[in-house]
């Protein structure tokens, strides 16, 4: 089944633990992407990746880094988290089709105290 | 830098009938995407449906379909005869046709489905 696969879907951690949420697809994707959901707000892009070894800032990177080593795989790390990274977030895949849509993991809710 | 409004935060609507929901956008280019996703209670975001600029035929998807209007740069979507099952949050995304492929969202509106 193709799919993108997020954990943990839940974590509850303190200020300045670092942690990954690791993002995994099995499409053969190019792209793959980084959200938070927040109220009011919507979805934000924190980091993208367009290939392996390519990264890049989205709207949102501050606090966050990310790697791209293997294609399949797109870890997001919080190295000194803090209360305001607590977030709902997203890892999204897709082909470099602009026409195609980006799939997306189950989500991470994230709860920073 | 484009961005994404969805004017109404909440919805309701009564079962079978239908309900139009609102998406005007701010771009400077010709060619994008646009598309409608769908988050249930479960947080899971599921796409709905997908309108390229360059096509001026509204897409359509079963009871979901859009009244695309690239000049005044809307893209609402409508749903047919409301199904207890389409209750969800909605957003409206912006995809570039160059550059990052993000997409930009909407901050979504919330569709109640009333028995």
């Known amino acids: 089944e193709a799919q993108v696969t997020q954990n943990p879907r839940y974590l509850i951690t303190v200020t300045g633990k670092k942690l990954t949420v690791t993002c995994s697809q099995n499409?053969?994707?190019?792209?793959m992407s980084w959200y938070r959901q927040d109220p009011g707000l919507g979805l934000r892009q924190i980091y993208y990746s367009m290939n392996v070894e390519v990264t890049d800032k989205g709207d949102v990177p501050e606090g966050y880094k990310v790697s791209r080593k293997e294609k399949r795989n797109f870890p997001l790390i919080l190295e000194s988290p803090s209360p305001n990274q607590t977030s709902l977030y997203f890892c999204?895949?897709?082909?470099?089709?602009?026409?195609?849509?980006?799939?997306f993991g189950p989500g991470t809710r994230l709860l920073v105290l | 830098a484009q961005t994404v409004t969805q004017s109404q935060p909440e919805m309701s609507v009564q079962e079978a009938e239908t309900v139009t929901l609102s998406c005007t956008y701010d771009t400077s280019e010709s060619d994008y995407y646009l598309f409608w996703y769908k988050q249930p209670p479960s947080r899971q975001m599921i796409l709905v449906i997908r309108q390229e600029a360059y096509k001026q035929q509204n897409a359509t998807e079963n009871r979901f379909s859009v009244n695309f209007q690239k000049a005044a740069k809307s893209f609402s979507l409508k749903i047919s005869d409301s199904q207890l099952g389409d209750a969800a949050m909605y957003f409206c995304?912006?995809?570039?046709?160059?550059?990052?492929?993000?997409?930009?969202f909407g901050t979504g509106t919330r569709l109640t489905i009333i028995p």
């Open positions: 999204a895949s897709s082909p470099l089709d602009r026409q195609e849509t980006q799939y």
């Open positions: 499409m053969n994707h190019e792209y």
């Open positions: 995304a912006y995809r570039s046709d160059f550059g990052n492929e993000k997409l930009t």
